[in-house]
């Protein structure tokens, strides 16, 4: 039977979700409802769905819900698959709770579920900041083909949560000339894939203790997005392993959906990275599910 459901499009600096709230985890969201709905000609369009789910409600949320989180960012890229974080996409859910009165960010952070654990949102001067918690810098290089740089370029493996690799270009005119249609290759291959963000530093690289870089990224799942949240994070990073000790904490990150702030404080003792940026509720509506 066709089953109707509610909706509601949102974005982070142009990375799109449709927005489906199943608080008691009902709904059974296939990878073909998935893709039909994110297609952008016969469905609503989007990077990808995130289903509001109570964390105790789903399996894949019960350790969250033993942390304390109370909502489960069931976060699907536009092709079905699953992913284990979002960081523009779990700024947009949290505003999609606060507005519709299931949560409150007035009395402290928030505490939401993922597949990469529980991630705390606090809001910002950007709009909302979300603690994607400690990363990790892969061993070795990896050979990425793109079309558009000619030779392949190194890349560093960034782990945020999810995988990433990030590759530096010398200038602004080889990251615009890149054709990110076509899937770049990556050697060796990481067995779950990686999204891929090619990054120009800006002339100074840092002004007033700020880093600045500029970025395109290939998500995993999905093609070119307009921004990619924990992307942008990786790509902040890997230039600050690459620029040295004396490198900033703090960075701002252009992307063609707009502009995002990194943070790398130190929280209990260890190094944690934080992202901030906006997140916009555009429309609701209801779709039927075939």
């Not at 927005?19 to 989007?46: E, N, T, Y």
């Not at 290939?218 to 924990?230: N, P």
Request: proline residues 7%; hydrophobic residues 45%.
């Amino acid at each position: 039977m066709p089953q109707t459901v509610s909706f509601t499009k949102g974005h982070g600096t142009g990375n799109d979700f449709v927005i489906i709230p199943d608080p008691d985890g009902a709904l059974d969201l296939s990878d073909d409802h998935v893709a039909i709905l994110c297609d952008r000609r016969f469905g609503i369009g989007g990077d990808g769905i995130l289903r509001v789910v109570r964390a105790a409600s789903i399996a894949e949320g019960r350790e969250a819900a033993a942390a304390g989180a109370e909502w489960f960012m069931d976060y699907r890229n536009a092709d079905g698959s699953k992913a284990e974080m979002c960081g523009n996409g779990i700024r947009v859910f949290v505003r999609y709770l606060v507005d519709v009165g299931w949560a409150q960010l007035d009395d402290g952070p928030l505490a939401i579920g993922t597949r990469a654990g529980v991630k705390t949102v606090t809001r910002s001067d950007l709009g909302f900041e979300v603690d994607l918690g400690p990363w990790r810098v892969e061993p070795g290089d990896v050979l990425v083909r793109a079309r558009g740089i000619g030779a392949p370029r190194p890349g560093m493996g960034i782990d945020v949560g999810n995988p990433h690799i990030v590759v530096a270009l010398p200038d602004e005119a080889e990251l615009d000339g890149l054709d990110l249609t076509v899937l770049p290759q990556l050697h060796p291959a990481p067995v779950h894939g990686a999204n891929v963000e090619f990054v120009v530093p800006s002339d100074p690289l840092v002004h007033a203790g700020v880093g600045s870089i500029r970025m395109r990224v290939f998500e995993r799942g999905v093609g070119e997005t307009l921004s990619c949240g924990t992307g942008v994070a990786a790509a902040a990073l890997a230039v600050r392993e690459w620029a040295g000790p004396a490198a900033p904490d703090q960075w701002s990150v252009t992307v063609p959906g707009g502009v995002l702030g990194v943070r790398m404080p130190e929280v209990d003792g260890e190094r944690h990275v934080l992202l901030s940026g906006p997140a916009t509720l555009v429309y609701s509506g209801e779709v039927t599910l075939a």
